[in-house]
C-alpha cells in the first residue's frame, strides 16, 4: 500500500506539472519544444559538461546518502533535503542556459515553474510528514 501512495503522489505531481505547464504556453505563447522521453536537451558544450558533472556529484550523494539512511540509520529526511537541493541547482543551470543561450529563452520559465511544483510537493510531503518518515 505504502508504494501506491508514492505512485499516486508523483502521478499528481507530474499531472499538476503537465496542466501548469499547458497554460504558461497558452498564456506567454510558448512553442513546445520537439525531444524524446528521457532524453537531455543541451543549448551548447557548456551545458553539457555543467550538467553531466552535476549528475556525478548527484549520483555520488546520493550513493553516500543512501548509504547512510540505510545502514547508519540516519533519518530519510536527509536524502529528501539532497533532492531538493540539486533540483534546484539542476533547474537553475537548465533555466539559466535556456534564458542566456538558446533560440526559446520563454523556455526557462516553464523550467523554474516545473521546479517550484517539485520542491514544493517535496516540502509538504515532508512537512506533513506524509509517509511518516519521521516516526
Known amino acids: 500500500m505504502f508504494w501506491l501512495e508514492i505512485g499516486l503522489v508523483i502521478?499528481?505531481?507530474?499531472?499538476?506539472?503537465?496542466?501548469?505547464?499547458?497554460v504558461l504556453r497558452k498564456i506567454l505563447k510558448i512553442e513546445k519544444e520537439k525531444k524524446d522521453f528521457f532524453s537531455s536537451y543541451y543549448v551548447?558544450?557548456?551545458?553539457?559538461?555543467?550538467?553531466?558533472?552535476?549528475?556525478?556529484?548527484?549520483?555520488?550523494?546520493?550513493?553516500?546518502?543512501?548509504?547512510?539512511?540505510?545502514?547508519?540509520?540516519?533519518?530519510?529526511?536527509?536524502?529528501?533535503?539532497?533532492?531538493i537541493v540539486l533540483m534546484v541547482l539542476d533547474s537553475?543551470?537548465?533555466?539559466?542556459?535556456?534564458?542566456?543561450?538558446?533560440?526559446?529563452?520563454k523556455q526557462a520559465v516553464l523550467i523554474l515553474s516545473e521546479m517550484?511544483?517539485?520542491?514544493?510537493?517535496?516540502t509538504l510531503v515532508i512537512y506533513f510528514d506524509v509517509f511518516n518518515f519521521l516516526a
Open 11 to 22: 502521478l499528481g505531481i507530474v499531472v499538476l506539472n503537465t496542466l501548469m505547464n499547458f
Open 44 to 83: 551548447n558544450e557548456r551545458h553539457e559538461k555543467i550538467d553531466k558533472w552535476l549528475k556525478r556529484l548527484w549520483l555520488l550523494l546520493s550513493v553516500i546518502i543512501i548509504y547512510l539512511v540505510f545502514i547508519q540509520e540516519f533519518p530519510i529526511l536527509l536524502y529528501l533535503m539532497l533532492f
Open 92 to 105: 537553475l543551470v537548465r533555466a539559466y542556459f535556456q534564458w542566456k543561450h538558446s533560440d526559446q529563452p
Open 116 to 122: 517550484a511544483v517539485w520542491i514544493s510537493a517535496v
